[in-house]
């Protein structure tokens, strides 16, 4: 299990670049929201990831907010279990 966390001044063009050296097709992954003042938006998601798309990384076939996640969107990604 390996775990990276965003730093707080990276964009979104780079937040994708680190997820992306990070990750890979097959992973299973948990996704911790970027910590925001309001806890109600914060989130976790676990799941397969299934593509590294422009703009969000696609866990489960599932389209972004039902499933997958902005990289802006993002604080944490634990890679579980490696393909």
């Given at each position: 299990?390996t775990?990276?966390?965003?730093?707080?001044?990276?964009d979104?063009?780079?937040?994708?670049?680190l997820?992306?050296e990070h990750?890979?097709?097959?992973?299973?992954?948990?996704?911790?929201?970027?910590?925001?003042?309001d806890d109600?938006?914060?989130f976790?998601v676990?799941?397969t990831?299934?593509?590294?798309e422009?703009?969000?990384?696609?866990?489960?076939?599932?389209?972004?907010?039902e499933g997958?996640?902005r990289?802006?969107?993002?604080?944490?990604?634990?890679r579980?279990?490696?393909k």
């Amino acid at each position: 299990m390996t775990e990276l966390t965003i730093p707080p001044d990276a964009d979104g063009e780079r937040a994708a670049q680190l997820v992306q050296e990070h990750v890979e097709v097959g992973d299973v992954v948990e996704v911790q929201s970027k910590e925001w003042a309001d806890d109600s938006q914060d989130f976790d998601v676990e799941g397969t990831v299934t593509g590294v798309e422009p703009g969000y990384l696609e866990l489960d076939d599932q389209p972004v907010d039902e499933g997958s996640v902005r990289y802006d969107e993002i604080h944490t990604v634990i890679r579980v279990d490696s393909k």
